[in-house]
């Protein structure tokens, strides 16, 4: 039931955004490549583009983001390059009430491609990354 009210919230905005929906996709994706390229510098400047309801939390973010290290036996550090970067979905986060923007990103890391998944939220009142993570199905 849930998908189906989902459903019908998403068909809702684009209906009304149509004209808007292009841009507002857009400025999701910048958003999004923006703090991947921030995940290779000071991790202020990363959390910064985090939503405030961000999941596990700005306080365990560090903590987050070295799990996708080790597991991905990579090292954000070295820096980040994103090869390209694709729209992948868009609906209704019911927990927070508000549109979200996946897209899912190329990128090398530490000699590695690899692809992640970024997915920022607008809820009226704040907007930023919601959810990231790496998505190879050897992780």
Same mark, same amino acid.
């Given at each position: ?41 000071? $991790? +202020?400047? /990363? ?5 405030? &309801? ?10 987050? =983001? !070295?799990? $996708? +290290?080790? /597991? ?5 550090? &070295? ?10 979905? =868009? !609906? ?48």
């Amino acid at each position: 039931m849930k998908r189906f009210i989902s459903l019908l919230l998403v068909l809702f905005i684009l209906t009304l955004s149509s004209c808007g929906l292009p841009e507002i996709v857009d400025k999701a994706k910048d958003h999004s490549e923006k703090f991947i390229l921030s995940l290779s510098g000071d $991790l +202020e400047e /990363a959390v910064s583009f985090m939503h405030p &309801d961000f999941w596990p939390g700005a306080d365990r973010f560090a903590e987050y =983001l !070295g799990q $996708l +290290e080790r /597991a991905g036996e990579i090292d954000f550090s &070295d820096g980040v390059e994103i090869l390209n970067c694709e729209f992948n979905s =868009l !609906g209704v986060e019911m927990e927070i009430d508000g549109t979200y923007y996946t897209h899912i990103c190329e990128i090398v890391v530490s000699g590695k491609t690899l692809h992640m998944y970024v997915t920022v939220i607008d809820d009226g009142n704040d907007y930023g990354v919601y959810y990231f993570g790496l998505f190879d199905p050897d992780l």
